[in-house]
């Protein structure tokens, strides 16, 4: 019956929450530039470019402040683990495309 209760003054970090919310926004971003990439047959020019960028930008300030959000105390660091992970694996997926060259 107690497993229902949270007896803790802990509340979810704001660091976390924006960091998932940049990483949010850089998947978002990578989504839209694959998509018009694909329709417009691989011709889309330098809006892909500037999104990618953009999106990497974002991807690094969220990486970081999810880690400056790991590094806090009485916070539930859920969010600050998946906002570290989105924008772990948007920044990676992102230079990968650049090492091959598509």
């Known amino acids: ?13 704001v660091l976390g929450i924006i960091s998932t919310i940049l990483g949010v ?14 329709k417009n047959a691989g011709e889309a020019g330098a809006l892909i470019g500037k999104l990618g960028c953009l999106s990497f930008f974002l991807g690094i300030v969220g ?4 880690i400056k959000g790991l590094k806090k105390d009485d916070v539930f660091y859920l969010f600050c683990y998946i ?13 990968l495309m650049l090492l091959i060259g598509v």
């Open 83 to 95: 906002g570290t992970t989105l924008n772990s694996v948007c920044d990676v997926f992102l230079v």
């Open 25 to 38: 926004v850089a998947l978002g971003l990578i989504v839209y530039a694959v998509y018009v990439s694909f």
């Open 1 to 13: 019956m107690f497993n229902r209760y949270k007896f803790t003054d802990k509340k979810h970090s």
């Open 63 to 66: 990486l970081v402040v999810g």
